[in-house]
């Protein structure tokens, strides 16, 4: 069965060390990733996403994830965590199951991550 | 560009009672999702429309839940007979065809049945 794993409940950190933030899937071939933060009482916004190439992909608020295959992980990393990123976290896979082709196709969650970052 | 908003942002109703949820897509998206979230678990995928069409509903949990999307354009999922299981905030997405795979997320409605 397709499945995200998340495996920590909550992360804390200090501002200005790195943070880590876990990710593990289960997919049918290639698989297309994705993180989604949720501030409070806002939607979920759109982070970074991996579809294919450079295993190390960018996004918004200096993020970044790293896909490694071997692993099926794909991490989110901030070389400096501010307060302002406290917030809960989901990684997300492309159903592949239900593949209409192009760029449709929903998604499966994991249980989400609680970033809480101290000043 | 204004984005994904739903309405109402939240809702209270008793057991048996009937509610309508309503989502707007971003103009021109033609595919809208709705998912669900109990609370504390994962965020789980409910239908899918292209257009006017479902292309997907496994996730709907039973014919309590009926989705529609007129038009083409807003989409409602109403819950009738609301049951207590049934709490959690409903969100909804859109995408645009041919897009870049990201979906587009609304708020969210909090849904409370008690």
């Known amino acids: 069965a397709q499945s995200v794993a998340q495996p920590e409940d909550q992360v804390n950190v200090a501002e200005g060390n790195p943070l880590t933030v876990k990710c593990t899937y289960s997919?049918?071939?290639?698989?297309?990733l994705f993180w989604y933060v949720q501030y409070p009482n806002r939607g979920l916004q759109f982070l970074l996403k991996y579809i294919t190439g450079d295993n190390l992909v960018k996004g918004s608020y200096g993020f970044e994830a790293e896909f490694n295959k071997s692993q099926t992980s794909f991490h989110l990393k901030k070389p400096s965590a501010l307060v302002s990123d406290s917030a809960l976290y989901f990684c997300?896979?492309?159903?592949?199951?239900?593949?209409?082709?192009?760029?449709?196709?929903?998604?499966?969650f994991g249980k989400g991550t609680k970033l809480s970052v101290k000043p | 560009e204004a984005g994904v908003t739903q309405f109402p942002s939240h809702s209270v109703i008793e057991k048996g009672q009937t509610v309508t949820l309503r989502c707007d897509p971003i103009s021109g998206h033609d595919n809208l999702y709705w998912y669900r979230r109990v609370m504390g678990k994962e965020i789980k995928f409910l239908l899918h429309f292209v257009k006017e069409s479902k292309q997907d509903e496994s996730g709907m949990p039973n014919n309590r839940f009926l989705a529609e999307r007129t038009g083409g354009t807003y989409s409602t999922l109403k819950v009738q007979p609301a049951e207590l299981e049934d709490s959690g905030v409903y969100f909804c997405?859109?995408?645009?065809?041919?897009?870049?795979?990201?979906?587009?997320f609304g708020p969210g409605t909090r849904l409370t049945v008690t």
């Open positions: 997919v049918s071939g290639n698989p297309y």
């Open positions: 997405a859109s995408s645009p065809r041919g897009g870049t795979y990201e979906q587009y």
């Open positions: 997300a896979v492309r159903d592949m199951l239900q593949d209409y082709g192009g760029s449709q196709g929903n998604l499966i």
